[in-house]
């Protein structure tokens, strides 16, 4: 009788979160992780720890990326995914509305991007 082998299982968000940040520390980036979910109050009513006011009131508490990278007077933000991961529509948004300051917004889909994400924020630095 054959046993299936059991399939590979992709590493959670998290697990490719704190890699790329210790890449990104081990490059010499000063890195921040934004927490960005949603906080239970004491009465019970959920709340989020920012508000972008350059978007429409439904987008302002959603959307921002999960880590922030700055060097040399300089900010990346980085949206981190799984393999599988999409976008959400506020994540989207939000892209669109920093790079309309200038700020690029990056997207790893799991530990196989980190690297070449990161060599691409190093160029973009270079360049400045």
């Known amino acids: 009788m054959k046993t299936a082998k059991p399939k590979p299982v992709a590493p959670p968000e998290k697990a490719v979160q704190a890699a790329l940040m ?3 520390w081990e490059c010499g980036f000063l890195v921040v992780r934004i927490n960005s979910g949603a906080h239970k109050g004491r009465a019970g009513n959920y709340f989020r720890a920012y508000t ?3 978007l429409p009131a439904a987008d302002q508490s959603a959307g921002f990326p ?3 990278a700055l060097l040399d007077g300089h900010v990346w933000l980085i949206e981190v995914k799984t393999e ?7 994540q989207k948004k939000f892209a669109q509305c920093a790079a309309m300051y200038g700020v690029s917004v990056h997207v790893v889909h799991g ?3 980190i690297d070449a994400v990161i060599d691409t924020i190093l160029d973009e630095a270079r360049a400045l």
């Open 22 to 24: 210790r890449r990104l």
């Open 84 to 90: 599988s991961g999409a976008l959400s529509d506020s």
């Open 111 to 113: 530990h196989n991007e």
């Open 52 to 54: 972008i006011a350059n």
């Open 66 to 68: 999960d880590v922030m």
